[in-house]
């Protein structure tokens, strides 16, 4: 089983929609969650940690559930400017090394 | 400032060269990551260097040779590599040791065997 799991996508939704992904994580140490954003070509780019049950930045919202062993990132309103793809990430305490989700590709439409 | 640098920023090399590419960071950060990315799939891991030491290998092949001169450089050292190894290569931090480790990314060289 992978460490981390995402829908592929993608996601096709119009300007101003609200979307959603979910990510699962397998291995119950977990601690530490992120969500990266990466444009075509380029490097991921750190869009939110997620340490306690969620977090929010402007239109985006990003949730924990520790007991069901998933991420989830809402973004509202969203701009043609969001078209990116998304990956989970989890890393476990005091351990150098990060566990990425496939990515979920979102395409916002005019 | 959470700036991690690359260079060279693109790299076209024969199956017979030598090269290195190149990682700074200047946040005092003592983890210190190659990537390697192909085109439609995630970063996958090559090397974590903790603390100028070389932690994490996930059984890379020889032709690729990291280095860690000091807690601010990360080298990747280049010979006799295949077209399949051409990719994205992201060099990434993060603190080294804390409880909430945040790991940024270099912009990356893009690689290109011939």
């Known amino acids: 089983r992978k460490e981390v799991e995402q829908d592929p996508g993608p996601f096709n939704v119009p300007e101003g929609a609200t979307v959603a992904f979910n990510c699962t994580y397998s291995?119950?140490?977990?601690?530490?969650f992120f969500w990266y954003r990466q444009d075509c070509r380029k490097e991921p780019k750190l869009l939110m940690s997620?340490?306690?049950s969620g977090n929010e930045d402007g239109r985006f919202t990003a949730q924990l559930n520790r007991a069901s062993q998933y991420i989830s990132l809402l973004i509202r309103d969203s701009k043609l400017s969001d078209s990116a793809t998304y990956l989970c990430?989890?890393?476990?305490?005091?351990?150098?090394?990060?566990?990425f989700g496939s990515g979920t590709k979102l395409n916002v439409k005019p | 400032d959470t700036e991690v640098t690359q260079t060279p920023k693109h790299l076209v090399m024969g199956m017979t060269n030598k090269k290195s590419l190149k990682c700074e960071q200047h946040?005092?950060?003592?983890?210190m990551y190659w990537y390697k990315q192909k085109a439609k799939k995630p970063p996958e891991l090559m090397f974590v260097?903790?603390?100028?030491?070389?932690?994490i290998n996930e059984s890379v092949p020889s032709r690729f040779s990291p280095e860690c001169p000091n807690s601010s450089l990360l080298n990747l050292h280049l010979h006799a590599l295949q077209p399949e190894d051409s990719a994205l290569y992201l060099c990434?931090?993060?603190?080294?040791?804390?409880?909430?480790?945040?790991?940024?990314f270099g912009p990356g060289t893009r690689l290109l065997v011939l």
């Open positions: 990434a931090s993060s603190p080294g040791g804390t409880d909430r480790e945040t790991q940024y």
């Open positions: 291995n119950s140490a977990s601690q530490s």
């Open positions: 997620v340490y306690s």
């Open positions: 990430v989890v890393n476990r305490y005091n351990f150098n090394k990060f566990y």
């Open positions: 946040m005092g950060h003592r983890a």
């Open positions: 260097y903790s603390y100028e030491k070389l932690s």
